[in-house]
């Protein structure tokens, strides 16, 4: 019997904007209160640790991808390269990651655009609403996130440049400010940051229905990474020069707190705004790329097979992205968005470090990019995982080992049968 498959009509405008839409979310409005709360102005050096970090992981996505046009991403690459039980940590972790990464950005949008009291119903309602769209096609996927990545990068643009007309916070960039955390902070506030760059994995994940995968992929992720970077770092400075690190950090709104305090009033609904639309805009792609991966995983056996279905019209693998919304909007109901923020590092660090060990063994024949990217990765990888809060890392660990047990038991089963 043929394994269903999925259709190819992603172009590279398409890939890349998928990959802008998922990293330039609701982590750019959201991420820089717990990095400065970590770290102060050294949240700074985190992003910079972070993007190194993340650049090694995205060539690393970017080989491998190059090789399986295939949906799941690392999970797909894990397996082909390193064996089942690899590929399974990795899709695993990018799973729970995710799962958590969109309830963050759900919660991210309610804080926004939902009246005091109705933010988690509002949050709900969103992944309803999201998911509905995601079900009618890959194509109509890309076209909203266009569209919101624009909003919102017009919406940035627009809080940069109040900042630039603020005067500076005193004392936001001095030595010590950098320093308030020491090692740890950094490396914490880091950890934190990454959130906010992994949205290229939903490129990967999306392998079969981008044309010429082999080249769109590995351009499409680089030219995302390389955007959504400099944005980040624009809005980091401005942040923080135009409320120094204390105000950063007790700030669940930094943005537009900053916006506000730069004396451009008629501009803080607009950031407000964007912020909601960057949430949706995240929401949206990565509601389409956990559903890739469970979709991939379900077509190995290593979720129920059940979701393995390919939508006839449609062409969505729907039933695994039905089971997604719904566990979303059950965690929705159950967490807050800081402790959001380290659980999906945690996943999605496991999840790249799946992918660094196996893109280290490709051949020279078919490599893109330099082994020593894979090694800057891998040990990013570990080490940024390590330095999480240790609430994000038991809990990590914790479901990680819930996981593997349900993989030992269905083997267990499928053999006596």
């Not at 096609?137 to 909203?144: C, D, E, I, M």
């Not at 308030?180 to 949205?199: D, E, M, N, P, R």
């Not at 992720?221 to 959504?228: E, K, P, S, T």
């Not at 893109?368 to 990765?377: A, H, I, S, T």
Request: hydrophobic content about 60%; glycine content about 12%; proline content about 5%.
């Amino acid at each position: 019997m043929t394994s269903p498959s999925l259709q190819r009509r992603l172009g590279l405008g398409d890939a890349v904007f998928i990959g802008l839409g998922s990293m330039i979310g609701a982590g750019v409005f959201a991420a820089f209160g717990p990095a400065a709360a970590a770290a102060g102005s050294g949240l700074l050096i985190g992003l910079a640790v972070a993007a190194v970090v993340a650049f090694g992981n995205a060539t690393s996505t970017a080989q491998l991808a190059a090789v399986h046009p295939t949906s799941g991403g690392v999970y797909a690459y894990g397996r082909a390269e390193l064996g089942p039980w690899w590929g399974f940590i990795a899709g695993w972790g990018f799973v729970i990651g995710k799962l958590a990464s969109c309830a963050a950005m759900a919660l991210t949008f309610a804080a926004y655009a939902a009246p005091p009291g109705w933010e988690r119903p509002v949050a709900i309602l969103a992944v309803a609403a999201l998911a509905a769209v995601n079900w009618f096609g890959v194509t109509r996927t890309a076209q909203l996130t266009r569209i919101i990545v624009v909003g919102v990068l017009l919406t940035l643009a627009i809080a940069v440049a109040a900042g630039v007309t603020a005067p500076d916070a005193p004392g936001w960039l001095t030595a010590e400010s950098l320093w308030t955390g020491g090692a740890y902070g950094i490396l914490q506030s880091a950890g934190l940051l990454f959130f906010a760059f992994a949205g290229y994995a939903r490129i990967a994940t999306m392998g079969e229905e981008v044309r010429d995968p082999a080249r769109t992929i590995p351009l499409a992720i680089v030219l995302a990474f390389a955007g959504a970077l400099v944005v980040y770092g624009l809005v980091a400075v401005t942040v923080l020069s135009t409320l120094g690190p204390e105000a950063t950090a007790a700030s669940t709104e930094p943005v537009a707190a900053a916006t506000a305090a730069a004396g451009w009033a008629w501009a803080e609904p607009v950031v407000r705004v964007g912020a909601a639309a960057a949430s949706l805009g995240a929401l949206l792609a990565l509601i389409a790329g956990i559903g890739r991966t469970g979709f991939a995983m379900a077509r190995e056996g290593d979720l129920p097979r059940f979701l393995a279905a390919v939508h006839p019209r449609w062409h969505v693998p729907h039933r695994a992205d039905v089971a997604i919304a719904v566990i979303v909007m059950a965690v929705v109901a159950l967490v807050d968005i800081r402790g959001a923020i380290g659980f999906s590092s945690f996943g999605v660090l496991l999840y790249y470090l799946v992918a660094n060990i196996a893109a280290f063994r490709r051949g020279a024949s078919v490599r893109r990019f330099p082994r020593v990217l894979q090694l800057v990765g891998a040990v990013g990888c570990v080490t940024l995982g390590a330095t999480l809060p240790w609430q994000s890392v038991v809990g990590g660990l914790a479901v990680v080992i819930a996981g593997v047990g349900y993989r030992m038991l269905r083997l267990r089963f499928t053999r006596a049968a």
